[in-house]
């Protein structure tokens, strides 16, 4: 189980991340994988290939983002900027793969036509309502990823 408070050696201090910080680091990612994800509609799109056809890559290019620098560093770089790292279980230093898909799975509600993005927006909302009742500030994503941790530099 991730330890609060920084407990592991990382050499820094850390503490767990609040909902503010943890928000902004998201802004700054999704402006990332939005940008790229854009691009990807756009080429998509001047192919000749249906609109509904053609965001279906960029939701999934979001999530993917999320979960493969997760795994790879542990931390995006809306995370990085904002000195975070997002703590894996066990003797890991950043999530496994399944922890970090578990965590990010919510993104994927974007995926479904019309009700994908109230069903998102749901999900954002107990996410960051769970994440500020926590004495840890772990989320339901990071209860429901084993216990993975957003932790901070102090």
């Known amino acids: 189980m991730a330890t609060a408070g920084g ?19 998201r802004i700054i990612d999704c402006g990332f994988s939005l940008a790229l994800g854009a691009a990807t509609y756009l080429v998509l799109s001047l192919a000749g290939v249906p609109d509904a056809v053609a965001a ?5 290019f979001a999530f993917l983002y999320f979960v493969l620098f997760e795994v790879t560093t542990g931390s995006t770089p809306g995370k990085r900027l904002f ?4 703590e894996g279980t066990g003797s890991e230093f950043r999530p496994t793969l399944i922890e970090a898909t578990i965590r990010n799975a919510f993104m994927l509600l974007g995926l479904i036509p019309v ?14 309502l769970t994440i ?23």
């Open 115 to 128: 009700a994908g993005i109230v069903l998102w927006l749901s999900a954002a909302t107990v996410i960051a």
């Open 83 to 86: 000195g975070l790292l997002v």
């Open 7 to 25: 407990m592991r050696n990382y050499g820094i201090a850390l503490e767990p991340a609040g909902l503010k910080v943890r928000f902004a680091a």
């Open 132 to 154: 500020s009742a926590n004495s840890h500030k772990q989320g339901l994503h990071d209860q429901l990823a084993n216990g993975t941790q957003v932790l901070r530099a102090t």
């Open 56 to 60: 279906a890559p960029s939701a999934l």
